[in-house]
């Protein structure tokens, strides 16, 4: 199953900020649309005012049976009614990132950057899903879709702010922060 993410002039989501945190930013678009389907949707007609983002959710990587079971304990569902706010997340890793073995990765993930451990006191206020992008040729390795309620805005902040202090940040070579708000 394809998740696509497509930037435009309309959608369930309206759009409130495109920052760019690191590398090339996006366009600005005024609307986000979020498509699960058997194929990756491709726009009707190519427009410099959109872009399109596809992934596929898949089985957790660099993640132990106990963490697992932790995670699936706490974590929200996505699609919960008083979560109208949400973030797409989409980051590319660098060159030396994906030259690390498997198992270095995870030292860099969980041993040193404490990826799951440091994040888990952000569930349930804070549903998230990756999406990889890597082998699908996107110019994103990930993409991460966050909901969450407005009294939460802060506290994805704080976990955004988390993530990107750590070592594992370090690898990313691109990274965009978009924000947007469900419509009514």
């Given at each position: 199953?394809?998740?696509?993410?497509?930037?435009?002039?309309?959608?369930?989501?309206?759009?409130?900020?495109i920052?760019?945190?690191?590398?090339?930013?996006?366009?600005?678009?005024?609307?986000?649309?979020?498509?699960?389907?058997?194929?990756?949707?491709?726009?009707?007609?190519?427009?410099?005012?959109?872009?399109?983002?596809?992934?596929?959710?898949?089985?957790?990587?660099?993640?132990?049976?106990?963490?697992?079971?932790?995670?699936?304990?706490?974590?929200?569902?996505?699609?919960?009614?008083?979560?109208?706010?949400?973030?797409?997340?989409?980051?590319?890793?660098?060159?030396?990132?994906?030259?690390?073995?498997?198992?270095?990765?995870?030292?860099?993930?969980?041993?040193?950057?404490?990826?799951?451990?440091?994040?888990?006191?952000?569930?349930?206020?804070?549903?998230?899903?990756?999406?990889?992008?890597?082998?699908?040729?996107?110019p994103?390795?990930?993409?991460?879709?966050?909901?969450?309620?407005?009294?939460?805005v802060?506290?994805?902040?704080?976990?955004?702010?988390?993530?990107?202090?750590?070592?594992?940040?370090?690898?990313?070579?691109?990274?965009?922060?978009?924000?947007?708000?469900?419509?009514?």
């Amino acid at each position: 199953m394809f998740t696509t993410f497509r930037g435009g002039q309309s959608g369930g989501w309206k759009v409130t900020s495109i920052t760019r945190v690191k590398g090339e930013t996006l366009p600005k678009v005024e609307a986000l649309s979020v498509i699960s389907s058997d194929a990756i949707a491709l726009p009707l007609l190519p427009a410099q005012t959109s872009w399109r983002l596809a992934g596929v959710a898949s089985h957790l990587r660099y993640t132990e049976k106990e963490e697992r079971e932790k995670l699936i304990a706490v974590q929200a569902a996505l699609g919960r009614s008083e979560a109208t706010h949400a973030a797409l997340i989409p980051i590319r890793k660098s060159a030396a990132w994906w030259e690390l073995t498997q198992e270095e990765r995870r030292k860099i993930f969980e041993d040193k950057s404490h990826h799951i451990a440091d994040t888990m006191k952000f569930l349930p206020a804070i549903a998230r899903q990756l999406f990889h992008a890597r082998d699908l040729g996107m110019p994103f390795d990930f993409l991460t879709w966050f909901e969450f309620a407005p009294e939460h805005v802060s506290l994805f902040d704080e976990l955004v702010g988390v993530l990107r202090a750590t070592e594992e940040w370090t690898f990313v070579e691109r990274e965009v922060d978009i924000r947007v708000v469900r419509e009514v």
